[in-house]
């Protein structure tokens, strides 16, 4: 289930995923997470055109794809990009664009992970 954009849990959920650095202003701008005991894909508020940023759909999408591998995969939060993750998530349409405009917009990604 897509939860929306505006869901009250997101900064909670935002600071538990954020791993890159618990100190640092960059989010997570996406997580599939249990909400309410129903797994559901979170998107970050902010991407919301109603909270101002207004997200691009190639954004948006590569986001969903990025968390279904997740989902596929079943990956774990101690290698949550293993190389058959990267490989797949490097198939995402749009991708570079995409992750250049989360960069942009001080979201972490992908690149910021060790491999």
């Given at each position: 289930m897509l939860t929306l954009l505006?869901?009250?849990t997101?900064?909670?959920?935002a600071k538990s995923v954020n791993r890159v650095c618990?100190?640092?202003?960059?989010?997570?701008?996406?997580?599939?997470?249990?909400?309410s005991g129903e797994e559901s894909l979170l998107v970050h508020p902010i991407l919301s055109r109603s909270a101002g940023n207004g997200a691009p759909i190639f954004v948006i999408r590569y986001i969903i794809h990025h968390?279904?591998?997740h989902?596929?995969?079943?990956?774990?939060s101690t290698d949550?990009?293993?190389e058959a993750f990267r490989r797949l998530d490097a198939c995402a349409r749009d991708r570079s664009r995409a992750l250049q405009w989360l960069r942009k917009n001080h979201f972490t990604t992908i690149e910021d992970s060790a491999r």
């Open positions: 505006k869901d009250p997101w900064p909670d959920v618990d100190d640092t202003i960059y989010v997570a701008p996406g997580s599939i997470e249990m909400v968390e279904m591998v989902k596929f995969l079943g990956t774990s949550p990009h293993p």
